[in-house]
């Protein structure tokens, strides 16, 4: 009856997971664990249950370990993290990666409703950031926590909120000055209507002064909305570099111009509105440029790895402590799952440090008392204590993060297409605008025409927004894909890498533990025995053995030894059991260098053993298809043991790398980039971090994209770790979709040179050209662009 119960599979009502008992229920609905049906009883005690209509299991699973949220009532940590406080009013800004869901919004936004103390919710669902306003008397912001905590939606606070880096945008006005040049373009446009359908004799006194109106429009545009260009441009003349801002300031200030004097002199209407549609379309395409992902950070350090505050052990016991103060000589406390800040000696309990972040390596390490553990490991045992031994600022993982081997010693980014076209462009207008106007010499009025009308014609307007608007499409397609680009210039530089270098652990291979197969019978007392000499091991392979047997009754274990890295010895009754390497159990024994083999023993009879192999991601056969088009290495931490494995994907051994640390890993891509490759580092942990910003492109792996990854230019989810290939070639397309705009605006410049060189451009032919090449580049690159991903299954 108990093993019916157990197989019996249900799905959790709050969370979607898998129930595999039906220990938790309420009204006849399931829940996976404890968490998930104490969050289902708040929410009905608060007639809260409609947060279950908005989506079909909204929640998340909430987190089974204990969390210490003591150190949110002190003080100084308080002030570091809201945004305002007083005496009755405090606004905080929380960054909760759970929220994914219509029914989050409607949940989060009615925190009032269990606490009357909570005036204001608003969320910022593309940032997964929550604002709260709150009373200041009636909660504390520790009770905020714990109430957001208890609802399963508990905030990431990490020492990079208090540096409030990560967060940090641009100001610019931009959205202001695209609403002024909006307002102004939709005027100039009304008054020039008239000027296009003919005016009659008696309405010819308004022709002045709509005239009058538009240069007034055209004030604010130039000198507010238009302001950025010139500034570009004077910048970079001083630089003596021609970029595609030059020409558009020198076509802004032309039409400003010409505008002005044909008003002035009553000879025409001037160019007001095409001066105004340049603008605030060149305006909307910075904005779509600047579309990018903040709810993901790029530029992240160890600080968002690392807590706000540390428990340290007083007289009067526990107390937080914030990070900042954290001196040498203090005894902390860390738990289960809690990062390490400082370099420090084990004073106290079982140290088990999974330094994967740090070197890579995935096999946690065991430390001793009396010895130093750097800073960066998490604690994967019990509670342990450390004395610390170093600042925070001068440990081992900071002093690593801030090697200037991890710095660019210089700029290797490539150019993107508008970067090395714009000063060939600059320099051929000059030329053809200078040439109109002494072809036309000795008539100097039809030569300053002509050279004012080929800078207005061949202004580069559809240019400039050929690449935010193609760029913007193909950032939506890879956001829809799990792949997220820190801006529209790295789409370029993907589409000519032809060198992939990755990482290993945490790359290629998944996060979760290695695969576990037993060769050989057991029965259930020989089971007993291996258990019950495992469960002594703090080694993980041991812990993995353990949690492949399932909970069996322990055996008392009357001998005991452990030799570190080869094998154990026990007796259990009248059985001796040893569990180890081939070597430890055999003496002279080749172990395979493809997977982790652990031998059992009992009473001298080899019963088998355990092989122990990584799970490489999905689709990593599909990375092997690549070196036709690539060079393909492999970068490692490990050992090789797995090396004969990889060869169907790397090819060739030398390919490959391992034992490989931090330096060496930024030393093999500088190597290959001095050998012209174009090199991207796919990588995960600080151990990649210095290849990563070495590389042409970096681009981190990670299966959760709200927890931490190393500062980087992309952030590849591992679930489309297997679409790579796609993304690849999607990007060329991409490129190839520039070129192809760009001839098109060619096009329309040369049928509007042939106009403007002979002095006789109107107005109208003018308003006529802009918006007209202007909406078909737009219209041909979001096609396009869309097109070229559904060819490649992206949509």
Known sequence: MTESILSEKTVCYHCGEDCLTTRYRIEDKPFCCQGCKAVYSILADNNLCTYYNFNDHPGATRARIDKRFDYLDEPQIVTELVDYTDDKLTIVTLYIPHIHCSSCIWLLEKLNKFNPAVYYCRIDFLKKQLNIKY??????????VELLYDIGYEPVISLQDVIKKQNAIPKDNLVQRIAVAGF??????????????????FEQSF???????????????????????FESAWNNLKNKVLNID???ALGIAVLFLRTITEVLTQSGAGFADTLCGLVFFLLVGKFVQRKTYHHISFERDYRSFFPVAVQVITEAGEKPVPLSDLKVGRRIVLRHNEIIPADAILLKGEALIDFSFVTGESVPVSKTLGEIIYAGGRQTSEAIELEVIKPVSQSYLTQLWNNEAFARSNDNRMQTFNERVSKYFTSV???????????WLPDWQRGLAALTAVLIVACPCALALSTPFTMSAALSIFDRNLFYLKNTAVVEQLARINTIVFDKTGTITTATDNH???TGQLNDHQKQLIYSACSNSNHPLSRMICRYMGNLTKLPVEKYGETPGKGIVARIGESEVKI??????????????NATKVHLMVDGEHLGHFTFRQHYRDGLHNIGRLDSDYQLFLLSGDSNHEQNELLSVFKEADSMHFNQSPQDKLDFVRFLQRMKAKVTMIGDGLNDAGALKQSDLGIAVTDNVNNFSPGCDAILDGRAFSKLPLFLRFSKSTVKIIHASFLISLTYNLIGLSYAVSGMLSPLTAAILMPLSTATIISFTSIATHIA???RNLI
């Not at 022709?207 to 260009?229: A, D, Q």
């Not at 000059?430 to 040439?435: D, E, F, N, Q, R």
């Not at 180890?580 to 260098?593: I, N």
Request: hydrophobic share 45%; net charge positive.
């Open 135 to 144: 009373d200041t008397q009636n909660i504390t912001l520790r009770g905020l």
């Open 184 to 201: 102004c373009f939709g005027n100039v446009m009304l008054l020039s209507f008239p000027e296009y359908l003919g005016l009659s004799e």
């Open 207 to 229: 022709k002045h002064f709509f005239g009058w109106l538009n240069i007034l429009f055209s004030l604010p545009m130039v000198f507010y909305s238009g302001r950025e260009y």
């Open 246 to 248: 030059f020409p558009l």
């Open 429 to 439: 207008l000059l030329m053809i605008a200078t040439g109109s106007l002494l072809f």
């Open 516 to 518: 576990i197969d037993l």
């Open 580 to 593: 180890g390497s081939g070597r430890f159990l055999f003496g002279r024994y080749k172990d395979d260098a």
């Open 789 to 791: 991903a559904k060819r």
